[in-house]
């Protein structure tokens, strides 16, 4: 197998799915009617709800949901082999993740770009509401904490790093000022481009100046600085810091995937790993348990997220200008996180087994596996670097891409320059989902405790957009500092899929009140299905084998606790909502639009 007909037929699947399956959830399921004002006209405060260009929009979302998962997630999973990854990404996105994220911003919109936990309120009533509401704030701060983990470490006593990503937001601001003031996106966006890209190369030549030293920081000073950042992200107008910065962050990783794709068709490098390797019944190296349903946990993001309805129902039901504007935005998007994915996965795989397990192994877990490393002595000298038992999987995508991008003549002698640039990019690519997801953090917050003080409810009231902003970032930043986050960061594979089951479970009886055919609720119905089942039995699977199992080393009481009590309130608001949707077919209103559209 070799990695240009992978991403050649990954693309064509990905494009026919846009064209037709995306075309029909718009003009069947969702019916758009763009003569409807949407909730950022209907609202606009020039702060939260603000009209914004589709493809601004689309930058922010994308850069907001693309985060570590569509990176990290299957490097981890090539453990498996190529294929179940491969097959789990598109089956996922477009039968899973495209639907989830269309319908959930389609019934955020609905109700005037409220959270999803207001939403569920709404619809399934208050139980299901507040358990919603709960699980979102319980995954969104972990999720903070974690993604903001990832980057210290890219950034830890790494002054290039910092200067390149830290640039960003002075660009961003400018860029969103000018925009403003001349609403002319193209010269903006030119300059904002220019800038951001004068920043990336100029960071090796500020190393060993005083501005270098200044810019050499630990973890413990950086888990401060990241929460102040997120807090502002989140407190300012949405024009000013978040948007335009997440646009432009949104060029530098869509071109570094344009160019590993065009790495891909110039050297064409074969797929090393097997279809399918020996861990598929379990046992692996980098995750214990079986390829189903670890293959659809390890993979969220590039296939289905729940991370992806915090924005949703977030940030950009709040800032699109037309309703078509969601195909291109949440169908969309999705799909191109798809193909970052697959991308990654050609980036792993490309590497011989053996040095990829040398990577992600321990050097003690390593020995056991009789395995003899080929390119990785090698590659750890061009880019100066011990690369053996760096875990996690950032490393691999590095040294994947760094791989292939020095495969070209040209770039031969530039091993050290392309993989410290990507671990860069990985900061940046992360980063822009920590302010959009602090953004959205605050929202939940307001949401959520403005049912016992109403004025926090008040998106445009500055006091409570304060106070909530500084709340979400210390929740978060708090567990960032102390580090108490690894404890439970084992946590998020089931959880994030869990509020994906809840995003499509809302989205699917939104459907069900608006189509004009009940069989259409399928398209959300046949991929909830699958994945509550999924993660219900992974969370079964870890709480038995790992959690509770004082041989293994993973072994945690208070993982267990909240694993089962994760599990519940999906159960929960799945019988609420089956109590809804009995109550909504048997409806005689229902049958009698059943009648009319037969």
């Given at each position: ?37 949407t ?39 090539a ?16 039968l ?35 358990c ?16 903001s983990?990832?980057v210290?470490?890219?950034?830890e ?7 390149a ?15 403003k003031?001349t609403g ?55 024009w ?9 962050s ?17 050297i ?72 970052v994915?697959?991308?990654a ?14 990577i ?6 390593f ?5 003899d ?9 061009e ?29 031969a002698?530039?091993?050290a ?7 860069m ?5 992360i ?13 939940l917050?307001?949401?959520?405790f403005g049912e016992f003080y109403?004025?926090l ?11 909530a ?18 404890s ?13 089951s ?13 189509a004009d ?17 999924t ?12 959690y509770?199992?004082p ?45 009319r559209?037969a």
């Open positions: 197998m070799n990695a240009v007909s992978i991403v050649i037929g990954s693309i064509c699947i990905l494009m026919i799915a846009y064209r037709l399956y995306g075309t029909f959830m718009a003009a069947k399921v969702m019916k758009l009617n763009d003569a409807t004002p909730p950022a006209h209907e609202l606009n405060d020039g702060k939260d709800y603000v009209p914004t260009n589709k493809w601004v929009t689309f930058g922010h979302h994308f850069a907001a949901i693309a985060a570590a998962g569509p990176l990290v997630g299957p490097i981890l999973a453990q498996f082999g190529y294929l179940p990854g491969l097959l789990w990404l598109l089956i996922g996105a477009v899973g993740g495209a639907v989830h994220d269309v319908v959930v911003l389609f019934a955020s919109m609905r109700k005037k770009g409220k959270s999803l936990s207001e939403v569920a309120k709404d619809e399934l009533g208050p139980v299901a509401g507040f919603t509401g709960l699980a979102m704030l319980f995954i969104i701060t972990i999720t903070m904490a974690g993604l983990m990832v210290l470490h890219a950034l006593n790494n002054p290039w790093g910092t200067f990503v830290g640039i960003t937001i002075p660009i961003a601001m400018g860029v969103g000022i000018v925009y003031k002319n996106l193209k010269v903006t966006s030119t300059i904002g481009f220019i800038l951001l890209m004068a920043g990336v190369f100029m960071g090796p030549q500020i190393q060993e100046t005083a501005l270098g030293d200044w810019l050499t920081l630990d973890t413990k000073v950086l888990a401060i600085i990241l929460p102040i950042y997120a807090f502002f992200a989140a407190a300012l107008p949405v000013l810091l978040l948007a335009p910065r997440d646009y432009l949104s060029f530098m990783k869509i071109g570094v995937f344009i160019a590993l794709i065009i790495g891909v068709f110039i064409n490098p074969s797929i090393e790993f097997p279809a399918f390797t020996k861990f598929i019944d379990g046992g692996g190296p980098i995750l214990a348990g079986p390829v189903w349903p670890f293959i659809s946990i390890t993979i969220a993001c590039g296939a289905i997220s729940g991370f992806h309805a915090f924005v949703g129902s977030g940030t950009t039901p709040k800032m699109l200008d037309k309703w078509s504007d969601i195909k291109v935005v949440g169908f969309g998007g999705m799909l191109v996180e798809c193909l994915a697959i991308m996965l050609i980036a792993a795989t490309a590497l011989h087994p053996a040095d990829y397990f040398a992600n192994s321990t050097p003690e877990v020995k056991t596996l009789g395995m490393v080929v390119n990785l002595p090698e590659l750890s000298r880019i100066g670097l011990d690369l053996e038992g760096r875990t996690g999987g950032a490393v691999t995508l590095a040294v994947g891409m760094t791989y292939i991008f020095t495969g070209i003549p040209w770039f002698k530039l091993s320059y392309f993989f410290q640039f990507v671990v990019f990985e900061a940046v690519f980063l822009t989902a920590i302010d959009a997801g602090t953004r959205v953090s605050r929202y917050i307001q949401d959520f109403k004025p409810k008040k998106t445009d009231w500055l006091p409570g957009s304060i106070i902003s500084a709340l979400a970032c210390f929740m978060w930043g708090y567990l960032l500092y102390s580090g108490d986050i690894g439970i960061w084992a946590l998020f594979g089931v959880s994030n899929q869990m509020m994906a809840i995003g499509l479970i809302i989205g699917g009886t939104v459907i069900l009140k608006v055919k009940r069989r259409y609720m399928l398209t959300c119905l046949v991929p909830l299905a699958y994945l509550f089942v993660v219900n039995y992974a969370g079964y699977w870890m709480v038995k084998n790992v509770l199992n041989d293994n080393p993973g072994y945690n009481m208070l993982n267990a606790v909240l694993s089962v009590i994760m599990l519940i309130l999906g159960v929960i608001i799945m019988v609420a909502a089956i109590k809804k949707w009995l109550e909504m077919w048997n409806s005689p209103s229902r049958q009698l639009e059943d009648a559209s």
